[in-house]
């Protein structure tokens, strides 16, 4: 049985697929032959060694545990690996440190998914990405990741406890909107924006932290949170 690619050779390939992509290390510009070797260097090298990465990092994908091809749906492009859908039974599910974003509705509806465990390695959760994960209770998103899509987490009624760390730069609008279990949420400070209604009807939302780097809120964040008793803004907030 052939070895399981490990998930250090896939962010290999797609590191290598990417520099080959944008020209780091290619041969002489003007693609000319080698005297008397008769082998081509230049743009032609480039194009094949674009064209091997691009087929070595299908191949590892395919070559990938039965488990992980069953549960996930991915895309790649210029090297970076984007999580598309799952059709996995739910539960606790861990994405791959191979990924760097999560795409847009790849978990769309997916009522049996618990928790997710999100690595560093991913930089953006794509719009509707958690939409209607209505079992879901918990989730840590890493400092990696810079921007949170447009309704992300919308109607995820069991949500509870919601973990950023610093580096997130802007929450879409309407991100955690319908969130209708979650009590209380804290705005890292490295938020800048905070998009409209991203906090619609959370009606058990009991109380908000905004700091100093935020410069712009949407319209009616906090529309229909019944239960909100304190916005809580830094003293160095110049803006609110």
């Known amino acids: 049985m ?3 690619p490990s998930e250090e050779a896939f962010k290999a390939v797609a590191t290598f697929a ?3 992509e944008h020209g780091l290390g290619k041969a002489n510009p003007g693609g000319s032959q080698n ?19 691009l087929i070595l990092l299908g191949f590892l994908l395919w070559a990938a545990p039965a488990a992980v091809q069953a549960q996930f749906t991915y895309t790649t492009n210029n090297g970076a690996i984007t999580v ?14 191979f990924v760097s974003s999560i795409g847009v509705s790849a978990f769309y509806h997916c009522t049996s998914l618990t928790s997710v465990t999100i690595p560093s390695s991913v930089t953006s959760i794509g719009i509707e990405a958690f939409t209607f994960c209505a079992g879901l209770t918990n ?25 950023i760390e610093n580096g997130l730069a802007s929450i879409g609008g309407e991100a955690f909107m319908d969130c209708t279990s979650l009590p209380n949420f804290t705005i890292p400070g490295s938020v800048t924006s905070i998009g409209a209604g991203a906090f619609y ?12 780097s935020v410069t712009n809120i949407g319209g009616g964040p906090f529309a ?3 239960s909100l008793t304190a916005i809580n803004v830094d003293t160095n907030n110049s803006f609110y």
């Open 2 to 4: 052939p070895a399981i």
């Open 35 to 53: 005297p008397g070797s008769g082998s081509q260097t230049g743009p032609q090298i480039h194009c094949d060694m674009k064209k091997a990465c």
């Open 139 to 163: 989730v840590t998103i890493p400092g990696s990741v810079t921007n949170i899509g447009n309704s992300a987490f919308e109607d995820c009624t069991r949500l509870t406890s919601v973990a």
């Open 201 to 212: 009807y959370c009606p058990s939302l009991t109380s908000v932290t905004i700091p100093s």
């Open 84 to 97: 598309a859908g799952y059709t996995g039974s739910g539960g606790a599910v861990v994405i791959s440190n």
């Open 224 to 226: 229909l949170c019944t």
């Open 18 to 20: 990417a520099r080959h």
